[in-house]
């Protein structure tokens, strides 16, 4: 980037120069019009660039290319300055560097020199913003070699600056700024749209004009100060944009014999908090050296520097997002990151892509889940179910279609990951067609049952481990237990989404602590649980104090499918409420690992919804309790039961130390094995013989 330096003179004016913005789409609409159009033909073409000068300080000048650079008619984006190019394609790599860089920017130094003499500059002034880009494209790699040029002719005795720039803020009043901003856009308005590249300027306290460079004989009068503005892309508080350059040479060919001395405005217009502001442009006076109209074409610059800040060209390796495949990812991630730009600037996307999800359960839940997830950029989600596609599947759950249920019907699990496959090719999912052992389920029916049980269990434990999401999607009590369990010793975070007619529950488990943690915090915590059971609002409840999915119960699960009619044996609900619960379920995971406590952050519970939420995303509540009928939310939070039947220390005690015993015990026992270990069952005859003791003589029959 070029400074000002000091001579004998003053302060010498030196200026930012442009630096090359090319978009992907560019470098696609390229191979597209090489392999279609272009051929061998290495004639130049013509293409438009754009600049911009609403960016933050400190930020590059940039000159851009988009997919739409191809197309000169086409319209320049919104406050964006145009900018005439000529692409020089070259056929080989050898060509590419063998090609006469100085030729080329002498060549295109004396177009722009001959549109200044001729008056052709004062009429189109874009002519002025003339590039060079020469490239090679070796489609074989999807590697795009390239070389911007940027033609700005010199001054031979160079520019003094009369004073220190100031900013516009510092020289006009507020309504003079408000007149100018009016000024301008009544200008651009006036010559076509697009804002304006170079105008003419004279104000006074009293009033401000503007009018294009083909007026200036008209607009000025011999004694008046003459002012010239300029769109700046400069972001640097004391140094103006490359366009000056040739503007200065255009001044001082056409009126430099009138002209010692000239103001100069930058004109910078950007954005702040939703409010226009142009305060930040700049204003300085400089002497103009004179141009003889019989000279030759002055000397020129340009050519851009490398990354590394030598005069070379740069490369763009687009092997991987050329791929149709790649590009896909790109499209999928690009809601998220333009999320991320102005919405939620603190969003950690690479928590989310990275994220391993384990669905148990591949019905209308796992379907709504999966596609959420997707929505959000996770790339690993794997399906277990032990189901197969029935005809009443595909109208409520979105992986599947008709064919899917011929011939018995596919497996659910296979035809969810599949699905995903076809839907986008960059997810990486896996589907397993077993069964989760179940309590009240026994596996004891012979050898083969009980061998068969114990390895869903380890294959359940591995995948389990494998993950760092588990969600519990399934249709019965009973068959989250297991999962459960394991999820709670390998310290995973589980996301349980359940539903009733019109009513559904959305919860995260509570994240054990480390054991070295866990035994500190143990006996406050039983304490705790044990004096406010039975409550179901709390405030500051650290994650791993919240309860699970069965801490709420007093009975252990069984099986809840014996004796049941059809309707009670599926889950019958409002067709809409599963995609609700869904995504809900997947938010809440999302928000859970944006916090930075994670599964540990506390819970937000439905007071805290006037407050500051915790995160960007809002609040990271345990549990969300959906009542479609009164289309109504309430965000109960609920404590860790130190004699749940799933998550309690006993139980996760008696699993890790015994194993797949300890669970074929609670398969094929009944439901008071869990009760009597976890303490369940003294609990009730304790609470039964208070009730008897508060019983009066009269009161017993």
């Not at 090359?20 to 609409?29: K, L, N, P």
């Not at 009068?221 to 200065?248: A, C, H, I, M």
């Not at 497996?411 to 990951?417: N, Q, R």
Request: net charge negative; glycine share 6%; aromatic share 10%.
């Amino acid at each position: 980037m070029a400074l000002d330096s000091k001579t004998e003179g003053g302060l010498k004016l030196q200026f930012v120069p442009f630096t090359s913005a090319v978009d992907a789409g560019f470098w696609h609409e390229l191979t597209q019009k090489k392999l279609n159009i272009y051929q061998l033909d290495e004639t130049p073409k013509d293409i438009k660039g754009f600049y911009y000068n609403g960016d933050p300080v400190g930020l590059p000048a940039r000159l851009t290319l988009q997919f739409s650079a191809f197309d000169v008619n086409a319209p320049t984006p919104a406050r964006c300055c145009p900018a005439v190019g000529s692409l020089y394609n070259t056929n080989t790599l050898e060509l590419f560097k063998s090609c006469d860089k100085k030729a080329l920017l002498e060549k295109a130094a004396e177009e722009i020199w001959d549109s200044i003499r001729s008056g052709a500059a004062l009429d189109d002034v874009v002519l002025l913003n003339k590039f060079l880009l020469l490239t090679f494209s070796d489609l074989k790699k999807y590697r795009f070699y390239y070389w911007f040029c940027f033609p700005a002719l010199c001054l031979a005795e160079g520019i003094q600056l009369k004073e220190q720039p100031l900013s516009l803020g510092e020289r006009f009043s507020d309504s003079q700024i408000k007149d100018f901003q009016r000024l301008y856009d009544d200008l651009c308005l006036r010559e076509g749209s697009s804002p304006q590249p170079y105008f003419l300027i004279r104000y006074n306290e009293n009033s401000i004009s503007m009018a294009p460079l083909k007026t200036f004989h008209e607009f000025y009068n011999d004694s008046e100060k003459v002012t010239l503005g300029f769109y700046d892309p400069s972001t640097l508080s004391q140094y103006p944009g490359w366009p000056l350059r040739n503007l200065l040479v255009l001044a001082s060919y056409h009126w430099g014999s009138r002209l010692q001395s000239v103001e100069i405005i930058c004109f910078r217009d950007r954005t702040l908090q939703g409010e226009r502001d142009i305060k930040h442009s700049l204003i300085f006076e400089i002497q103009l050296p004179q141009v003889t109209p019989n000279q030759g074409c002055p000397k020129a610059a340009g050519w851009e520097k490398n990354q590394k800040g030598g005069m070379g060209p740069r490369m763009v390796n687009l092997s991987e997002c050329m791929d149709p495949k790649r590009l896909a990812e790109s499209s999928v991630d690009l809601n998220l990151k333009l999320m991320r730009w102005r919405l939620v600037p603190t969003l950690d996307l690479d928590k989310v892509i990275s994220a391993k999800c384990l669905l148990l359960g591949a019905g209308t839940l796992g379907c709504n889940v999966a596609r959420t997830l997707m929505g959000w950029g996770v790339r690993n989600i794997t399906f277990v179910d032990n189901a197969k596609i029935s005809y009443s599947n595909p109208v409520r759950q979105p992986l599947y279609e008709f064919e899917d249920c011929l011939n018995g019907g596919k497996s659910k699990a296979f035809a969810a990951a599949e699905k995903l496959q076809k839907i986008f090719p960059g997810v990486v999912t896996r589907g397993f067609n077993m069964s989760i052992p179940m309590p009240g389920h026994p596996v004891n029916f012979s050898e083969d049952t009980m061998d068969q049980a114990c390895k869903d269990v380890e294959k359940l434990e591995g995948l389990i481990n494998e993950h760092d999401v588990i969600f519990l999607l399934m249709d019965t009590r009973e068959s989250r237990w297991l999962p459960t369990v394991i999820a709670a010793s390998q310290k995973k975070l589980v996301i349980n989404a359940a539903l009733g007619f019109d009513t559904f529950v959305v919860m995260r488990h509570g994240l054990k602590k480390p054991k070295q943690e866990e035994a500190i915090d143990s006996h406050s915590q039983a304490a705790s649980s044990s004096d406010l059971l039975g409550s179901s609002l709390f405030s500051n409840i650290p994650g791993y104090k919240l309860g699970c999915y069965f801490c709420n119960d007093v009975v252990a699960p069984g099986d809840s499918t014996r004796d049941r009619t059809l309707d009670q044996q599926c889950t019958v609900s409002r067709p809409g409420l599963a995609m609700i619960a869904g995504a809900l379920a997947v938010e809440l995971m999302i928000s859970v690992i944006q916090h930075p406590e994670g599964g540990y952050a506390i819970a937000s519970s439905s007071e805290d919804r006037m407050n500051e939420p915790p995160t960007s995303l809002g609040l990271v509540p345990h549990q969300i309790r959906g009542f479609l009928s009164r289309f109504d939310n309430v965000l109960p939070v609920s404590l860790a039961f130190d004699k749940c039947t799933a998550c309690s220390s006993k139980i996760l005690e008696q699993y890790e130390k015994d194993g797949f015993l300890f669970l074929a015990q609670v398969f094929n026992s009944s439901h008071s094995f869990l009760e009597d270990l976890t303490g369940l069952t003294l609990l009730h005859q304790e609470t039964q013989a208070a009730e008897i003791w508060d019983l009066s003589d009269d009161e017993v029959i």
